[in-house]
């Protein structure tokens, strides 16, 4: 059996089986956005995994870290389903983490977006406010929105 590396932050470290098991879910389960938050007009990578076993929730959490809650919409008659979210720069070292091992065009196409995205993204002003810095932003935004659409072949 093989042995489970544990980091500072009390995290896993996720293996190549690891995370090659976490793509195939990923793609099959989760998602890729990139949120705007409206009152400063920022923008931000983040991806999810929604999943009715919270095992597996716990999966992706212990090994990239973010937050996972209850999803919301619990109804009669329905499993209790969970949400695993990571964003911005823990967002795309997990992309990079499972980049490999993702097989669909699509998903790749909105990888490769969001890691474009994450290197073109600065907190410092002189760059944040240069010319064309929000429209790539922006633009970034609408792609990945675009992609997102239920029926959008790649």
């Known amino acids: 059996m093989a042995q489970t590396l544990k980091l500072a932050d009390n995290r896993v470290m996720a293996s190549r089986v690891d995370r090659i098991w976490a793509a195939g879910l990923f793609e099959g389960e989760g998602t890729i956005t990139i949120a705007r938050r409206g009152q400063d007009d920022t923008y931000r990578l983040v991806c999810t995994v929604g999943n009715t076993d919270l095992q597996i929730i716990n999966f992706f959490h212990q090994r990239w870290g973010g937050w996972h809650q209850p999803a919301y919409g ?46 073109g993204q600065s907190r410092l002003t ?29």
């Open 126 to 154: 002189r760059v944040s406010q240069a010319p064309g810095y929000k429209d790539a932003q922006r633009m970034a935004y609408a792609e990945m929105k675009r992609l997102n659409k239920r029926g959008v072949a790649a």
């Open 74 to 119: 619990e109804r009669p008659g329905r499993k209790k389903a969970w949400t695993w979210t990571v964003a911005g720069p823990a967002a795309e070292s997990f992309l990079r983490a499972v980049e490999p091992f993702i097989v669909t065009l699509r998903v790749r196409r909105k990888l490769r977006l969001a890691v474009d995205f994450r290197s």
